[in-house]
């Protein structure tokens, strides 16, 4: 009977109305909270087959909540540097322990701040993840979750860092006279005495310090043989060759010997490791690195990098992704490269506790790439996604959805009336 599809329908407006309103009690309560994603409620039909033209039946109405995962929240500044926001697409990749192994999960609650060990942790307890960096500056982007480890910003406090560069700039006055007999090996030995020399230190990966020598002799117009060497490694020349230069005084790198510019290997034999060094010197033709002038010969600038690090006392983090930590002495490492989590159907996530999602059969497989790179978004520090929750917007849903139901309570109702009339007629 027509009448008892109407009471059916009346009850599934209750139970969609009620769903309705849910979602609306959970975007208010969430109205501050960061990255939150507000919910709305779908409305379909229900339809049923009368089986005939001259009468209808009731189906109803079902209530469908769908998180609006996908949509961009206003960021805004925060007073802390790890504070993260993601402008664009994707999550961040975190874990809900500070181990390795731990379940992983996506957010962008970016309400990061160091733990007691120094990992970075948001206030819903989720470790972020990220690809840790080497001393060379590499990391590996493989696309596996199992690389990720949480992010430590103290973990190279008091480290060592080998020395992996040595950049020369120095000028070698031209008007010195030609030395002869020279052989390989002659400065380092004593036998000749270099007409310019300068020490520059170097550490190994246990930051003991070295002092490696660059002692020159000329040797021809144009032309200056050079040796690299240590005192502590006697009776070892860890390089040799000839320099030579162009008429206007700048490196003729063509013309050198080549292995001047590779890179320098150095076992030190006190049981340290060490890292190739690489050693810049000028490029072909220009005045960047070694010159020759009339000038007097003198070192016009170096760059060594290495030592032992000092304690953390601050962290960066660039648009993409790169965790650089800073020490007390000025200087900066990169530590950690983030990687951005993006999904076909980001709406298709199953929400956890904690303002986080997981993966599911709806959203699609995750692809993780660094920052700002194949249709990740841009991390930008200092700042915090806001709720997208339009808290006058749901004022007015609660208003739409509480009058709905009272409506659906009435058809209840009135239908009740309707069938009280049916049964008095037999009286």
């Known amino acids: 009977m027509s009448l008892y599809s109407a009471l059916y329908a009346g009850v599934s407006g209750l139970g969609a109305q009620s769903t309705a309103m849910a979602t609306v009690a959970d975007n208010i309560t969430n109205v501050n909270t960061i990255?939150?994603?507000?919910?709305?409620?779908?409305?379909?039909?229900?339809?049923?087959?009368?089986g005939s033209a001259n009468?209808?039946?009731?189906?109803?109405?079902?209530?469908?909540?769908?998180?609006?995962?996908?949509?961009?929240?206003?960021?805004?500044?925060s007073s802390s540097l790890?504070?993260?926001?993601?402008?664009?697409?994707?999550?961040?990749?975190?874990?809900?322990?500070?181990?390795?192994?731990?379940?992983?999960?996506?957010?962008?609650?970016?309400?990061?701040?160091?733990?007691?060990?120094?990992?970075?942790?948001?206030?819903?307890?989720?470790?972020?993840?990220?690809?840790?960096?080497?001393?060379n500056g590499n990391y590996a982007d493989n696309g596996s979750l199992n690389d990720l480890q949480p992010v430590d910003i103290n973990g190279l406090s008091g480290a060592a860092q080998a020395t992996t560069q040595i950049e020369l700039r120095a000028n070698l006055q031209s008007t010195q006279p030609v030395v002869t007999p020279y052989t390989a090996g002659d400065m380092e030995s004593g036998t000749v005495t270099p007409q310019f020399s300068r020490s520059v230190q170097v550490y190994d990966a246990q930051g003991n310090a070295h002092n490696v020598t660059f002692g020159f002799v000329k040797t021809g117009t144009n032309s200056w043989a050079?040796?690299?060497?240590?005192?502590?490694?006697?009776g070892t020349v860890i390089s040799s060759g000839t320099l030579a230069f162009n008429g206007d005084g700048s490196l003729d790198v063509t013309n050198s010997t080549a292995g001047l510019f590779n890179d320098l290997n150095i076992n030190w034999g006190n049981g340290a490791g060490s890292s190739p060094i690489s050693l810049s010197l000028g490029t072909n033709g220009a005045l960047d690195g070694l010159t020759q002038f009339s000038t007097e010969s003198a070192l016009l600038a170096s760059s060594v990098n290495g030592g032992v690090?000092?304690?953390?006392?601050?962290?960066?983090?660039?648009?993409?992704?790169?965790?650089?930590?800073i020490f007390e002495d000025g200087s900066t490492r990169a530590i950690?490269?983030?990687?951005?989590?993006?999904?076909?159907?980001?709406?298709g996530l199953t929400a956890i506790s904690g303002n986080a999602y997981t993966v599911s059969q709806e959203s699609g497989s995750v692809a993780i790439n660094r920052a700002g790179s194949l249709g990740s978004g841009t991390i930008s520090a200092g700042t915090l996604e806001a709720s997208t929750v339009d808290l006058a917007g749901e004022f007015t849903n609660m208003i739409r959805f509480q009058r709905a139901y009272s409506s659906a309570s009435k058809i209840i109702t009135t239908v009740d009336d309707m069938l009280q009339e049916l049964s008095n007629l037999k009286r």
């Not at 009468?55 to 929240?73: C, D, K, L, T």
């Not at 950690?336 to 709406?347: D, E, H, K, R, V």
Request: hydrophobic share 35%.
């Open 35 to 50: 990255g939150y994603k507000g919910t709305t409620a779908q409305f379909s039909t229900l339809v049923t087959n009368s």
């Open 55 to 77: 009468s209808y039946s009731a189906g109803g109405v079902a209530a469908r909540p769908q998180a609006m995962i996908s949509a961009q929240g206003l960021l805004q500044s």
């Open 82 to 135: 790890t504070d993260l926001g993601i402008d664009g697409a994707g999550f961040f990749v975190v874990r809900g322990n500070n181990t390795a192994g731990g379940s992983i999960a996506y957010t962008r609650a970016g309400t990061f701040a160091p733990d007691k060990q120094g990992l970075l942790v948001n206030a819903n307890g989720y470790y972020l993840q990220g690809w840790p960096i080497d001393q």
């Open 226 to 234: 050079t040796e690299i060497y240590s005192e502590d490694l006697p």
């Open 309 to 325: 690090l000092g304690a953390v006392t601050g962290v960066n983090i660039a648009e993409n992704g790169l965790v650089s930590a």
């Open 336 to 347: 950690y490269q983030l990687p951005i989590a993006t999904f076909q159907n980001p709406n």
